[in-house]
């Protein structure tokens, strides 16, 4: 069983920045498909990022393009996922999502992805 710890949650306001990081237990973990869900109040989970292997390709919702960046550090097993210029809008707890699966599917779809952390908090004032 794959765990996923993520942190770097917590509380800006607008325009701010905060970096996301997510752990993995796996030591294959390089070899997984990466992604990045929110969830906001009232609201279904949604896609925000994800890397695949073994392309490396990136993949951005249209509401974090250009804002949101997407990496792995193989050597430490993680990824992070750095936001900037946050809005109000960027509020809500964000999930981490693995799967070792070759990614034939909708990177988006959240059933593609077999393991899932927690979540952190990220909390954007106007």
């Known amino acids: 069983q794959v765990q996923l710890v993520e942190s770097g949650g917590g509380s800006v306001q607008a325009g701010g920045s905060l970096r996301l990081s997510c752990a993995a237990s796996e030591r294959t973990f390089s070899r997984y498909n990466m992604a990045w869900f929110r969830q906001a109040p009232g609201k279904e989970r949604e896609f925000a990022a994800a890397i695949t292997w073994p392309s490396g390709m990136t993949s951005y919702a249209d509401s974090v393009k250009g804002r949101f960046t997407l990496s792995r550090d193989v050597a430490k097993n993680t990824v992070a996922l750095q936001m900037n210029s946050l809005k109000p809008e960027d509020t809500g707890v964000y999930y981490c999502?693995?799967?070792?699966?070759?990614?034939?599917?909708?990177?988006?779809?959240?059933?593609?992805?077999?393991?899932w952390g927690q979540g952190t908090q990220v909390t954007v004032s106007s």
């Open positions: 999502a693995a799967s070792p699966r070759r990614m034939v599917g909708d990177v988006t779809a959240p059933a593609e992805y077999d393991y």
